[in-house]
Antibody
Framework: QVQLVQSGVEVKKSGASVKVSCKVS????????INWVRQATGQGLEWMGW????????GYAQKFQGRVSMTKNTSISTAYMELSSLTSDDTAVYYC???????????WGQGTTVSVSS | DIQMTQSPSSLSVSVGDRVTITCRAS??????LNWYQQKPGKAPKLLIY???NLQSGVPSRFSVSGSGTDFTLTISSLQPEDFATYYC?????????FGQGTKVEIK
């Protein structure tokens, strides 16, 4: 079955960058957009952006413009999300999720915990 | 960005109760509305897509209504496994947004 497997826990200092990976298996990597969603402890879901693995086109939430970059490596069916200039407010679980237009985000990664300390 | 507002933010209910959650969009989104269920420590799970379509495996006690700006998720008879947080999400705009969530707790 389709799986999205994310990279492991990250602990960073304020001002650093973090890069989280999301490897897709069990289906064609280029057939679905990959969204990135984060969730701080006890808070709701916050959409960060998406990448089309076929074209490489991206779209980012205004809040993260200039600080986030979403890329992909088609040869290894992996999408990446890099967030720079980290602060403690970026401490959260980061999820990737595949989306087919009109069909919602139907498969999610297991989540990657990113902790940022000063 | 399109703002999604859910109500209530939380509710305490008993097994067997009927539960209704409302989601309102700040502008018309036609039927581009999805619902997710999330349990503590787990990734969200897609329940309903395109406003009215149950994802495969989702029990028929879940139903939805609405289009345009106002949508409703109903659980006809709450089961123990339904205690969770529910989120709506619009896919009308390329800039996706989620509602703030509705936590369904045991009374």
């Amino acid at each position: 079955q389709v799986q999205l497997v994310q990279s492991g826990v990250e602990v960073k200092k304020s001002g650093a960058s973090v890069k989280v990976s999301c490897k897709v298996s069990g289906d064609t990597f280029t057939s679905y957009d990959i969204n990135w969603v984060r969730q701080a402890t006890g808070q709701g879901l916050e959409w960060m952006g998406w990448i089309n693995p076929n074209s490489g086109h991206t779209g980012y939430a205004q809040k993260f413009q200039g600080r986030v970059s979403m890329t992909k490596n088609t040869s290894i069916s992996t999408a990446y999300m890099e967030l720079s200039s980290l602060t403690s407010d970026d401490t959260a679980v980061y999820y990737c999720a595949r989306e087919s237009f009109l069909y919602g985000m139907d498969v999610w990664g297991q989540g990657t915990t990113v902790s940022v300390s000063s | 960005d399109i703002q999604m507002t859910q109500s209530p933010s939380s509710l305490s209910v008993s097994v067997g109760d009927r539960v209704t959650i409302t989601c309102r969009a700040s502008q018309r989104i036609d039927s581009y509305l999805n619902w997710y269920q999330q349990k503590p420590g787990k990734a969200p799970k897609l329940l309903i897509y395109a406003a009215s379509n149950l994802q495969s495996g989702v029990p028929s006690r879940f139903s939805v209504s609405g289009s345009g700006t106002d949508f409703t998720l109903t659980i006809s008879s709450l089961q123990p496994e339904d205690f969770a947080t529910y989120y709506c999400q619009q896919s009308y705009s390329p800039s996706r947004t989620f509602g703030q969530g509705t936590k369904v707790e045991i009374k």
